[in-house]
């Protein structure tokens, strides 16, 4: 089992079409990946900082991701307030302790339900930043409240996912750089609005647009950074862009910090995002996306543009770029509806794609429910954030070389099962440090390995996923990740207070293992060609993997 799972020695043995359906001449000839290797081969400063530009969006991405979390800050038992309206007063003046007490516990039962005697407008709160929470009544747990708060963060992955059907067409239609630009305009105004936002619904319609806008913006320049990056390179765009994402938090921590009222907190980040995101509009677009719309024209000058940050002597006018269609931007053209009857046809790619599915929903579950629960677990919300950042630094800085020395498959089993250890060593109640808790500190490490678990899996699915259904692959991973996001948000704002604290971390833990399971009863992909077609997947899997699903 050992050789089987290394697979380390045979593996690099030349295939032949005994194994391999996708060897043909056409292979040996020059594609765009082989182009873009050949002028970046000479690559100087100024291609890098075009590489680090088109990163340099992640770095606003916590603030306005999380925003909800820092501008909607419940207030505490700790925190005091004063009566505002007659209402209040004469309740006071009947019985003097209720000015001692936390708002949230002054209710009375009315035909079985629980309700609150002061609302948001009886009461003043004296509190050292302001908060949507506040001001729409929703910080106390007490009818439909902190479902309606935790739907303010869990939104705007519906707007992503929905960011996700319109970028599946806009990306290859209109342009990765164009889609880019059109979700930068969706989110700087989305945020922008915040500032203005005096009611519920408004602002879960800007969440909404956040989310989409977001996805469009964040995919197209992703795309861009892969497609104008050297093939044997791309593993450490994800690295990057997971330290840029890190380096992220501590600014986010900074800005929400800084800025006492929670409108105003909108306005920053709609200033963070337009600085950090304004490289969109003088990138490079993909010669790639010019070349699969036969566009040779415009594919020629954007590689001339590419080459104008090296100092390659490559004489791209004598290059037929027809030529430069591989099979693999051939078989993008395969139709919805037959990618369809593959996976019904073909029982293996149907089950390691149906596998993959379930990896991403629970990754998206694991890292949101954390990132934004992390009020519910940490003595200090700000300095909380920046440690988070900390954790995803680490995360990012070695997940890819532990990745490439471990092979996939098992970097991502390690990374299940570590998160599982901490979310059970999270369980029992034990008193650290001050308001530090153990699990404080065992979620604080247990988001390090989800995290590193979240980088190898972009790369693990690209690589298992064959060419001619990778867009399709991608598309239903992702979707399915938009919703474990959604639901993640609600695991310890609505059910953690409701239940045992065992109830979610165990669950959190038991998906874990189950996750590090379909891991193992996936392929190692390291070192190996990457499958063009369905029926290669299969060839793949016999080879490789003794083990059937």
């Avoid at 990896?359 to 677990?377: D, S």
């Avoid at 704002?493 to 239940?499: G, V, Y």
Wanted: hydrophobic share 45%; charged share 20%.
């Amino acid at each position: 089992m050992e050789e089987e799972e290394n697979g380390a020695d045979h593996d690099l043995d030349p295939p032949t079409k005994e194994t391999s359906s996708f060897i043909s001449d056409e292979e040996e000839r020059l594609t765009m990946d082989d182009l873009v290797a050949k002028l970046l081969r000479y690559r100087t400063w100024k291609y890098t900082l075009l590489l680090l530009s088109l990163n340099f969006l992640w770095l606003a991405a916590p603030s306005h991701v999380y925003i909800s979390a820092f501008a909607g800050i419940d207030p505490t038992p700790n925190d005091s307030w004063v009566c505002v309206s007659e209402r209040c007063k004469d309740l006071v003046e009947q019985n003097s302790s209720l000015s001692e007490m936390f708002p949230c516990s002054i209710t009375e039962e009315r035909n079985g339900t629980r309700i609150l005697l002061l609302q948001n407008t009886d009461i003043e709160w004296n509190l050292t930043h302001s908060s949507f929470s506040v001001e729409f009544d929703l910080y106390c747990d007490v009818g439909d409240r902190r479902s309606k708060k935790t739907l303010i963060s869990s939104i705007l992955f519906a707007g992503a996912l929905t960011g996700l059907i319109f970028g599946v067409y806009l990306i290859d239609h209109i342009g990765r750089r164009k889609t880019a630009i059109l979700g930068f305009i969706v989110l700087v105004t989305a945020v922008f609005c915040g500032t203005l936002c005096h009611n519920y619904n408004f602002l879960l319609a800007i969440r909404y647009f956040q989310g989409l806008g977001s996805f469009l913006l964040s995919t197209g320049m992703v795309i861009l950074s892969l497609e104008l990056t050297p093939a044997r390179f791309r593993n450490y765009i994800i690295g990057l862009l997971g330290i840029f994402w890190a380096l992220g938090y501590p600014i986010a921590s900074g800005l929400h910090y800084f800025i006492p009222e929670w409108n105003f907190n909108f306005l920053g980040t709609s200033l963070a995002i337009a600085i950090c995101s304004a490289p969109v509009f003088t990138c490079i677009e993909s010669p790639r996306y010019y070349l699969i719309n036969n566009d040779f024209e415009s594919a020629r000058r954007s590689l001339r543009a590419l080459a104008s940050l090296t100092t390659s002597d490559l004489e791209l006018e004598k290059i037929d770029l027809a030529n430069l269609l591989s099979v693999s931007d051939k078989l993008r053209k395969q139709t919805l509806k037959q990618q369809l009857l593959d996976l019904r046809d073909n029982p293996t790619l149907l089950r390691e794609t149906v596998t993959l599915m379930f990896l991403w929903f629970c990754e998206g579950m694991f890292f949101y429910g954390f990132n934004f629960g992390w009020a519910a677990i940490l003595p200090d919300l700000y300095l909380g954030y920046v440690l988070v950042g900390v954790g995803e630094l680490f995360a990012a800085l070695f997940a890819v070389p532990l990745i490439a020395r471990l092979g996939r498959r098992r970097a991502m089993i390690v990374g299940f099962l570590g998160a599982a250890f901490f979310y059970l060593l999270a369980i029992p109640e034990v008193k650290i440090r001050g308001q530090w808790t153990l699990e404080s500190a065992s979620c604080l490490i247990g988001i390090v390995f989800v995290s590193g678990s979240f980088s190898g899996i972009y790369l693990w699915t690209g690589e298992l996923a064959p060419t001619s259904h990778r867009g399709f692959v991608w598309c239903a991973c992702s979707s399915v990740a938009r919703i474990g996001s959604f639901v993640g948000p609600y695991i310890f704002n609505n059910l953690a207070p409701l239940t045992h604290r065992a109830v979610p971390l165990g669950g959190l833990a038991f998906l874990s293992v189950l996750c590090a399971l379909g891991s193992f009863l996936l392929v190692e992909t390291g070192n190996r060609k990457i499958c063009l077609t369905g029926q290669d997947v299969v060839v793949r899997r016999k080879k490789h993997f003794r083990y059937q699903i």
